[in-house]
C-alpha cells in the first residue's frame, strides 16, 4: 500500500504543477534576436491541440449552467487549513492533522475524479470545448488560463480567426476516444476552410492524442505537425512516479524552489547547505510512510489513480511493471480502465517511432521543439535532468542525452556521434534523439511557450508551420537546432551562460 501511495502521491503533484502558471526565473536581459525568413503564410488551417490544465474544467458544458470546475484552490481556503492544524494536533495528535489535510485535499481535487473504469466520477464535469474556428470565440484570447492561449492569440494574429481552431478536450480520459474528436475537429476544419488538408501543433498532452489520431486515421489530412512540448515519447515523471522511483531529493529541490521562487534563493540555498532542506525530505519520506494507506484510500486513488491520461503516459517498456506496482500482481484486482490503457500502450505507443516515420515518409512535415535548462518538480527519480518545469528534455525529443540541471554531459556522452548535434554548452547531446535532423532545442524556453504574444519563438513555430517542404536544423541560418530564449520569448543562435570547459561539471 504504501508503494501505491507514492505512485499517486507524484501523479498529483504532477498535475498540480500543471496546473498553475510557470513562476520560473528566466534570463532577464535581452539578446540578440533573429529575423525570421520571409515565407508566405500556409494556406492550410491550424488546430492547436491544447495540453493537459486545471484550467477551462467545468461543469454543465454546453448548457445555460455551465460552470467553472476548476481547482478549487485559493489562499483563504489554504489559510483556514493551516490555522486548523495547531488544535487538531492539541486534540487529537498527527492522526487528526491529517484528517485535516486530506480533507483539503479532497475538496481540491475530488471532483475531478474518475471511476475503476476511466470515466468521470462525476458525469457534469469535462472540460470546455470549443466548436468550429476562433471566429465564434473572440473573447477566448482574454481568458484567464495559461501558455496555449498565448499561442492561440499569436497563432490569431498569424493565421485569422477563420484558419484557427483550438482543440480541447477531457485529457482525464483515454486517448483513443479523445483521437476520435480530434479526427471530427479535422474534418469540420476541412469542411469549413474548403481545404484538403490541416497544420496541427501538438501541445504537451496533446501529444500522446495527436499520435493516437495518426495510428488510427493516418496522416493523409495533415499537411504539417509541430511536436510543441509535446508526450509523444511519454513522460519519465509519469514512468518513474507510476514505477514507484521516488526520490525526495534535496539538491533538486534546491534547485526547482531557486528557479521558481528567485526572491527566496539566498533561503533555499542555506536550507540546503544547513541540511534543513535534507531533513524536510526525509521528513515527507516518513510520513508517507506512516500514512500512506489512509492518503491512499481516501484521496489519491478515488481522484488520480483511475485517470488514463497517467497510465498511456508510462514508458511501453516499464507499463507492465507500474501496474504491478501500483495495483500488485493479482491481475483480477486491476481496475477495468486498464483495458483502455493497454490498447493505447500495445497499439500506439510501442509503435510511436515506426507511426511517425510512415507519416512523414508520406508526406506529413514533421517537427520537434523541446526546452531545457529549468528544474522540474524534484519528486521522481529522472527529475534532475534537463526540463521545461514541468516535462523532460529527454521525453520531448525522442531520445536525446541530457545532463542535470546546472551541470554539463560527461566526456563519454560528449563524445557520442558527430559534434554538430551537441550544444555548445555541453547540455545537450541531439545523436541519440530519434529525429536528430529535424529537432530544436529552446534553453530557458518555458513549457509549451506562448508568454508572449508574437514572440520570436512564436514566429519560429510559424515558420517551421509554413515551410513548404520539410524543414530541417540546416534549413535556416537564424534558426540553428540550439538556441537561448529571453524573458520576452526573444530568440538567439548563441547560447547564453557560460561555454563547457570541464565535462561533468557545474557551468553556473
Known sequence: ????????????????????????????????????????????????VRGMQLNGMVRYGGTEKEEKASVNFNAADLLKTLVKIPSAFITGGKDKVVDVLLDYAYGLFGHMGCDENGDPSDPDVSMRTFEGSAVNYPDLPGEPSVRQLGLFTSALHHYGAENLYFFSYDWRLDTYGNAALLAQEIDQALAETGKDKVNLIACSMGGIVTLTYLTYYGSGKI???????????GAECATDVLCGDILFD?????????????????????????????????????????????????????IF?????????????????????????????????????DKIQREVCAHKLETLQKAMDGGMIFTVVANYNTPNVPVYKNAGLQGDGILETRAMSFGATVSEVGKTLSDSELAVGDEK???????INANTAAFKDITWFI?????????????????????????????????WEQYPQFMQADSNEGLSAELAGKTFSARGEPIC
Not at 13 to 35: D, G
Open 1 to 48: 500500500m504504501k508503494k501505491r501511495f507514492l505512485s499517486l502521491l507524484l501523479c498529483a503533484v504532477m498535475l498540480f504543477a500543471c496546473a498553475v502558471p510557470a513562476f520560473a526565473a528566466r534570463q532577464a536581459a535581452s539578446i540578440n534576436k533573429v529575423t525570421p525568413p520571409e515565407l508566405p503564410v500556409s494556406e492550410y488551417p491550424l488546430i492547436i
Open 223 to 233: 499537411n504539417a505537425l509541430l511536436s510543441d512540448s509535446a508526450t509523444m515519447n
Open 250 to 302: 534535496a539538491a533538486a529541490a534546491d534547485r526547482y524552489l531557486t528557479r521558481m521562487l528567485p526572491a527566496l534563493s539566498p533561503l533555499f540555498h542555506m536550507m540546503y547547505r544547513t541540511g534543513s532542506l535534507g531533513r524536510l525530505c526525509k521528513f515527507l519520506n516518513n510520513f508517507a510512510a506512516d500514512y500512506g494507506e489512509e492518503i491512499y484510500d481516501r484521496v489519491l486513488i478515488p
Open 305 to 341: 489513480g483511475t485517470m488514463p491520461a497517467f497510465w498511456e503516459l508510462c514508458y511501453p517498456e516499464k507499463y507492465e511493471q507500474a501496474k504491478r506496482f501500483a495495483y500488485g500482481e493479482d491481475e483480477s484486482q486491476w481496475p477495468p480502465l486498464f483495458e483502455k490503457t
Open 421 to 427: 548535434y551537441v550544444s555548445a554548452d555541453g547540455c
Open 443 to 475: 534553453k530557458d524556453g518555458e513549457h509549451i511557450c506562448g508568454a508572449t504574444v508574437d514572440s520570436d519563438i512564436m514566429n519560429f513555430f510559424f515558420t517551421l508551420l509554413d515551410a513548404t517542404e520539410q524543414p530541417t536544423i540546416d534549413t
